[in-house]
């Protein structure tokens, strides 16, 4: 599968609005477009950051969603954001939540590599890392998004709720200095964000 990201910042006092409008209108634009598979809403209401991807079955219909939909995406982002970042990737290694109940929130790790090791990362998560996030408790699914030529990922993980994302951490540092090392990744950054809205679209 293929993903398309959309991070953008701008003023808390206005996320509100549009992360509702989001939510309301994105599952229905996008469940028109040809290869859907779902997609996730996340919100750091403190600091204004608002996060979407939509999960697409191959390339070209990630491709052909998006010049249908950037305009439309650029008007409902429009009121809160101050700047905006879209990226596309590989969905390398993919656990999605099957469910999760209000309440619960999603860890984002940046990570860079050189891009002759990408494949050294993604068995690196797939075969070392997930399997003890599986293991630490509230973990509810997590994948790895990579973008080959680039040497980029991100890492994401769903918990139930906030209390277990904030029990996770040091548990969850473990493993990422492990993976880190073994996978020879450096992590650029980690945030941590409210669940607003998933969607997962099994193929018929």
């Known amino acids: ?25 994105a599952p229905r634009l996008l469940s028109e477009r040809p290869g859907y598979r779902g997609m996730g809403l996340f919100v750091d209401r403190e600091l ?16 052909t969603s998006d010049e249908a939909l950037r305009e439309r995406r650029a008007e409902l982002i429009a009121p809160f954001a101050h700047s905006v970042a879209t990226d596309n990737w590989e969905a390398a290694v993919v656990s999605r939540p099957e469910a999760l109940e209000p309440g619960a929130w999603f860890r984002l790790v ?22 003890k996030l599986r293991g630490i408790p509230g973990f509810a699914g997590g994948s790895l998004l990579i973008d ?3 040497g980029r990922a991100t890492v994401g993980a769903f918990y139930t709720d906030r209390n277990a994302l904030a029990a996770s951490r040091s548990a969850v540092a473990a493993v990422r200095a492990e993976a880190t090392a073994k996978a020879r990744v450096i992590t650029r950054s980690i945030e941590e964000f ?10 018929s």
């Open 194 to 203: 409210e669940v607003v809205l998933t969607q997962v679209i099994r193929p």
């Open 110 to 131: 940046r990570l860079e590599f050189e891009p002759p090791d990408a494949d050294l990362l993604v068995e690196t998560f797939r075969d070392t890392a997930l399997p």
């Open 48 to 63: 204004g950051k608002l996060l979407v991807g939509s999960w697409w079955e191959d390339e070209e219909s990630r491709r």
């Open 148 to 150: 080959r030529a680039k």
């Open 1 to 25: 599968m293929y993903v398309r990201t959309t991070y953008a910042t701008g003023d808390p006092a206005k996320l509100d609005s549009v992360a509702d409008a989001l939510s309301t209108e």
